[in-house]
């Protein structure tokens, strides 16, 4: 069946069509089985057993009898006094109690008319037969079917078992339909899911078999965007790589033509400038090539790392940094254990811890204080790196990690410090080791970007 849309229509009218017949069946069943107790059934004898009851007892032995009467199967006798209750206080069904009341006006009609009022042809029938008691009171007969005759039912409850049967067919076919559906979407999902977390080699096709409805077809929809969307990442990841290589040579290019015309017109405070800028475009042509080697997603050699090691040996660095570019005397501060080891890529998570660090010391005021934390979790290993400078807006938070993504401050004031990259960088070093990074304001001033990292 190619169609999902025809598979759950014909599912479903199955379904209605099955419980349908089989209530009809059996209704009908029960029906046939009713009429034929009900004509089967001679009211004469029970009438003159309860006729003589009545005579030699009273009322007293009549209810008596009525309690030991064992009906025909399927037959229910009642024997109903001039209140309209059963003898034996029995509950009756409304169509009983409809009945008696159409036989009870049917005789205060015929108590008004006179005889003289009637044809002479004519003569009028008992709906129900009656008996009179010694003190003069009326007990009428009525034979209902009963509601659940032994004919039909025998000693099980047939209701029950129909209920059991229509059960098991409606969740025979609901599991078969919700399985037909679930496990593909199911797969859908988790492969929709990798590739959001960048997953661009994921396929659904082979493992959805050979569908050919509508959640076949969307498999191998989805295979062909995942396709289209690892070469588009494909051949962005290859342009700035391309691009920043061919950028690298006429840069350097250009700091030889700097020095060569510094030496022939004199150390100038324009060739600075130009020193600088060339510097920045550098470390902006690195940050790139760093950051498309890492979407691109290269095999790196996993090793154990000894966490507490190497963000000593970053802090060290950057403290070196601070000093030799005389960074308004910030200064990194670490508190880490002795040794927390963990598995993973040490250029990649230098390269992240190193980004945020900078970025740290760069938002820091004048002799402000960048500290280093780790805490090792049961599950999960948290580096915190904290800034005293002014925060970030809570609007800004979730961007900060954005390739060349640059706040509204820093927009405001025509910042030239960063590149707008470092963070991006080193989210993608992070999410390589599966693990989070995220960014946060501090109660008290700063901003406090925590990187959390699987246990090992």
């Known amino acids: 069946m190619h169609s999902l849309f025809l598979r759950f229509f014909l599912s479903f009218w199955l379904i209605i069509g099955i419980i349908i017949s089989a209530a009809a069946t059996v209704g009908f069943w029960y029906a046939e089985q009713v009429r034929e107790s009900i004509e089967d059934f001679h009211l004469s004898d029970p009438l003159f057993e309860a006729s003589a009851a009545l005579d030699t007892g009273g009322p007293t032995a009549l209810k008596e009898w009525l309690q030991d009467h064992e009906p025909a199967r399927g037959i229910t006798l009642f024997i109903i006094d001039e209140a309209g209750n059963d003898l034996i206080n029995r509950s009756m069904s409304t169509w009983t109690e409809r009945t008696y009341r159409r036989h009870r006006d049917h005789d205060k009609l015929r108590s008004r008319l006179s005889r003289r009022d009637e044809p002479q042809n004519l003569r009028r029938s008992r709906h129900l037969s009656q008996l009179i008691g010694g003190d003069g009171?009326?007990?009428?007969?009525?034979?209902?079917?009963?509601?659940?005759?032994?004919?039909?039912?025998?000693?099980?409850?047939?209701?029950?078992?129909?209920?059991?049967?229509?059960?098991?067919?409606?969740?025979?076919?609901?599991?078969?339909?919700?399985?037909?559906i679930s496990s593909p979407v199911r797969k859908l999902r988790i492969a929709t899911v990798s590739?959001?977390?960048?997953?661009?080699?994921?396929?659904?096709?082979?493992?959805?078999?050979?569908?050919?409805?509508?959640?076949?077809?969307?498999?191998?929809?989805?295979?062909?965007?995942?396709?289209?969307?690892?070469?588009?990442?494909?051949?962005?990841?290859?342009?700035?790589?391309?691009?920043?290589?061919?950028?690298?040579?006429?840069?350097?290019?250009?700091?030889?033509?700097?020095?060569?015309?510094?030496?022939?017109?004199?150390?100038?405070?324009?060739?600075?400038?130009?020193?600088?800028?060339?510097?920045?475009?550098?470390?902006?042509?690195?940050?790139?090539?760093?950051?498309?080697?890492?979407?691109?997603?290269t095999d790196r050699k996993v090793d154990v790392v000894d966490l507490g090691e190497l963000i000593g040996e970053v802090v060290e660095n950057v403290n070196y940094e601070c000093k030799a570019d005389a960074a308004k005397g910030v200064k990194v501060i670490e508190h880490t254990p002795q040794k927390i080891e963990i598995r993973g890529h040490p250029d990649a998570l230098i390269s992240a811890i190193e980004n945020v660090m900078r970025n740290a010391v760069r938002h820091s005021p004048p002799n402000g204080e960048v500290h280093v934390a780790i805490k090792r979790g049961e599950t999960n290993t948290t580096i915190s790196v904290s800034d005293s400078g002014s925060g970030v807006r809570d609007d800004d938070l979730p961007r900060l990690f954005e390739p060349f993504y640059r706040t509204r401050e820093s927009s405001e004031s025509n910042s030239l410090d960063g590149?707008?990259?470092?963070?991006?960088?080193?989210?993608?070093?992070?999410?390589?080791h599966r693990g989070q990074i995220c960014a946060r304001n501090r109660a008290e001033g700063g901003l406090v970007v925590d990187i959390s990292l699987p246990a090992s």
Request: proline share 1%; charged share 25%; glycine share 8%.
């Open 195 to 297: 590739l959001a977390d960048g997953d661009l080699e994921i396929r659904v096709a082979d493992s959805l078999g050979n569908r050919r409805d509508e959640l076949g077809l969307l498999g191998r929809d989805f295979d062909t965007m995942a396709i289209k969307l690892q070469g588009a990442a494909k051949r962005q990841t290859e342009l700035s790589r391309n691009i920043s290589h061919e950028l690298r040579s006429p840069l350097a290019r250009i700091r030889v033509a700097i020095e060569l015309a510094r030496r022939k017109a004199g150390d100038l405070s324009e060739f600075s400038r130009l020193d600088d800028e060339a510097e920045r475009l550098d470390s902006l042509i690195g940050q790139i090539l760093s950051y498309t080697k890492l979407e691109a997603g």
């Open 137 to 180: 009171k009326t007990y009428t007969f009525y034979v209902s079917a009963s509601r659940i005759p032994e004919s039909i039912w025998g000693n099980s409850d047939v209701r029950l078992l129909l209920l059991i049967f229509a059960l098991l067919v409606s969740g025979a076919v609901s599991y078969a339909l919700a399985s037909a």
């Open 419 to 432: 590149t707008g990259l470092g963070l991006a960088i080193a989210r993608r070093a992070i999410e390589l």
